[in-house]
């Protein structure tokens, strides 16, 4: 089960960032006036769960996606919107990298973090190569979306995409909705925003593809997404193996040294 976030029908209300916060208890953060537009959450961390992303950009809408106008026609200028989350990897290195067992794989294939089990060791923090999960100052464990396990137990559909207005959270079994965003894609290219693309998708990307993809209008960097991810975890079997082979040596070294003295 995922997600797949369709931003060009985001309108940006937020509606999704709050009903994250009041059905998880997330705790509030204080308001910063960042400067970016209406985005005052800035970026996904253990308070900030979802976040709503405004980019503005010097340049026409390519063509009018039936939204309501958030854009100034005159000026050329139009606004990107985006609810970003936990990706929710197919290889999800904050997994590999957990010494406790705290993150864990649900019987649902998302990516759930147990708070009572977290030591706060942190290890998961650099691991995440999309910057996701974070230590909550007040406590040090970490903490991210959870896709509302709780609810998907009970049969509910996560909080954020229930509350979504349009639509642009859409939650079901990743293949009907890999289906779905192939058909919104191309009726995107047929209208003319030959622009957008589809991210987290591709289930041979470097991470395995994300339970949470996104169709975007622009390139993943303008979203603050990294271009090419990779699963940060993907070298630790050949380093295993060097290292098993060095040590292989050291011991070989050692043994010969011995056998050599008694000579
Ligand atoms: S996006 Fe980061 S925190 Fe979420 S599952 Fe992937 S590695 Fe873990
Ligand atoms: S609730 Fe939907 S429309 Fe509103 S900001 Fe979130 S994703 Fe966008």
Redesign the pocket.
């Known amino acids: 089960m995922g997600f797949f976030t369709d931003t060009s029908v985001c309108i940006g209300c937020k509606a999704c960032e709050v009903a994250c916060k009041e059905w998880n208890d997330v705790p509030a953060k204080e308001l910063d006036l960042l400067g970016t537009s209406y985005d005052n959450t800035g970026e996904l961390g253990a308070n900030s769960w979802r976040h709503v992303a405004f980019i503005e950009q010097s340049r026409p809408s390519t063509v009018d996606l039936g939204m309501p106008g958030v854009r100034d026609e005159q000026d050329g200028v139009r606004w990107l919107m985006s609810s970003d989350v936990?990706?929710?990897?197919t290889h999800?290195?904050?997994?590999d990298v957990c010494p406790t067992g705290s993150?864990f794989r649900t019987e649902f294939g998302t990516?759930v973090v147990q708070e009572d089990i977290c030591n706060g060791c942190g290890y998961?923090v650099p691991?995440?190569?999309?910057?996701?999960?974070e230590r909550r100052e007040s406590d040090g464990r970490a903490f991210?979306?959870t896709l509302c396990y709780d609810r998907l137990g009970d049969g509910l559909e996560p909080a954020c995409a229930k509350a979504c207005p349009t639509d642009s959270i859409q939650f079901g079994e990743l293949d009907e909705l890999r289906e779905r965003a192939d058909r919104r894609l191309a009726a995107l290219h047929d209208k003319g925003e030959s622009d957008a693309r589809l991210y987290g998708r591709d289930p041979d990307d470097g991470?395995g593809g994300?339970?949470a993809f996104f169709l975007l209008l622009d390139e993943p960097e303008v979203y603050g997404l990294p271009p090419e991810p990779f699963?940060t975890t993907r070298d630790l079997p050949s380093m295993w193996k060097h290292a098993a082979v060095a040590a292989l040596g050291v011991a070989a070294g050692v043994v010969l040294a011995f056998a050599g003295k008694r000579r």
């Open positions: 936990c990706k929710h990897c999800a290195a904050c997994l993150l990516v998961c691991a995440c190569p999309y910057g996701v999960i991210k979306c991470v994300d339970g699963v």
